[in-house]
């Protein structure tokens, strides 16, 4: 089957595919190069402070990244929604290359990044969005980070997770029901990152932080121990911002902008209670034990389970 579909693509799409391969083997002979021809350099500092960002989407990720970079002073630098086993750089690059040509000074500039001519930075922070823990932490990309992205003085792994029943409904009132690592599932992807939150996994190993997004969005002392471990100076600043990236909200776009605290992102799964498609997704004992682990009772969810 999978064999089947790999030859649907080239027929679809020849060109696309060749140019693929050609990049593949043109990034493999780049690594190569670089690996002899930089090694000196790797001892240098690069990133003071590095955070790698892993949740599912419309789990809150861009409020929070958002939120980080408002209170993170010097010299930040973000790469959203790279790809795993890339240089993140070069993703960015490229990406931009196929479908924003338009921004020549970002393409130049994340260009010079990926063929190593790093800029020090103070802060580098850079998310994966419904990717396998598996696949983000693969051996491959450890054994080039420094190749990629540069030497960092510490590292850290922020998990972000958002509780099954409101995540469900806004993934449901955007058509996001598949994630980026098939054949796993939205809801086996949630459950993979449920445990990797209680630690009964532990992909993630570079100073691991949890961050518990409903919490977040209503304790402000929640918020300053987040900020204090990943060694922010904590002044909140960004908490009310609904930014443009992923279209904002998916109920509210950008209404809230300015007042996102408002929002209210507790209760979306009373938009889809008697949504057929929805409580098939919700009908998981597991869902149901490990949500009540991490988030506590959310009151009448009791009553999706059919």
């Known amino acids: 089957m999978a064999d089947q579909s790999l030859v649907v693509k080239v027929l679809k799409n020849p060109n696309k595919v060749v140019k693929k391969i050609k990049r593949v083997v043109e990034h493999n002979f780049e690594d190569t190069v670089r690996t002899f021809a930089q090694r000196h350099i790797w001892s240098s500092v690069i990133n003071q402070t590095e955070i790698r960002i892993v949740g599912l989407r419309r789990t809150g990720n861009h409020a929070i990244i958002n939120w980080l970079r408002e209170q993170a002073t010097g010299v930040v630098w973000h790469l959203n929604n790279v790809a795993p086993l890339t240089n993140p750089f070069r993703y960015k690059c490229e990406n931009l290359q196929d479908y924003f040509p338009q921004y020549e000074q970002a393409i130049a500039r994340y260009r010079s990044q990926a063929k190593g001519d790093f800029v020090a930075k103070d802060w580098l922070l850079y998310s994966y969005e419904d990717y396998a823990l598996e696949q983000i932490t693969k051996s491959q990309f450890e054994r080039k980070h420094d190749l990629y992205l540069g030497k960092s003085a510490i590292r850290y792994d ?139 009772s959310i009151p009448g969810t009791e009553s999706l389970q059919l």
């Not at 690592?181 to 630690?199: C, I």
């Not at 300053?224 to 279209?247: H, M, N, P, T, Y």
């Not at 904002?248 to 929002?263: H, L, N």
């Open 158 to 296: 922020l998990l972000i997770l958002r509780d099954p029943f409101n995540l469900f409904a806004s993934r449901l009132k955007n058509n996001y029901l598949t994630v980026s690592t098939p054949p796993k599932t939205l809801v086996e992807m949630w459950l993979d990152y449920a445990q990797e939150f209680v630690g009964e996994t532990n992909y993630l190993t570079n100073h691991k932080i949890c961050l518990n997004y409903n919490r977040w969005t209503i304790d402000v002392d929640y918020r300053q121990q987040i900020a204090e471990k990943l060694g922010l100076k904590f002044s909140d600043a960004g908490i009310d911002r609904v930014g443009s990236w992923g279209g904002g909200s998916s109920f509210e776009g950008q209404e809230f902008d300015g007042q996102a605290t408002k929002m209210d992102i507790l209760n979306r799964w009373k938009h889809f209670q008697a949504d057929p498609k929805y409580l098939q997704l919700v009908n998981n004992r597991k869902l149901y034990d490990y949500s009540q682990r991490i988030f506590g």
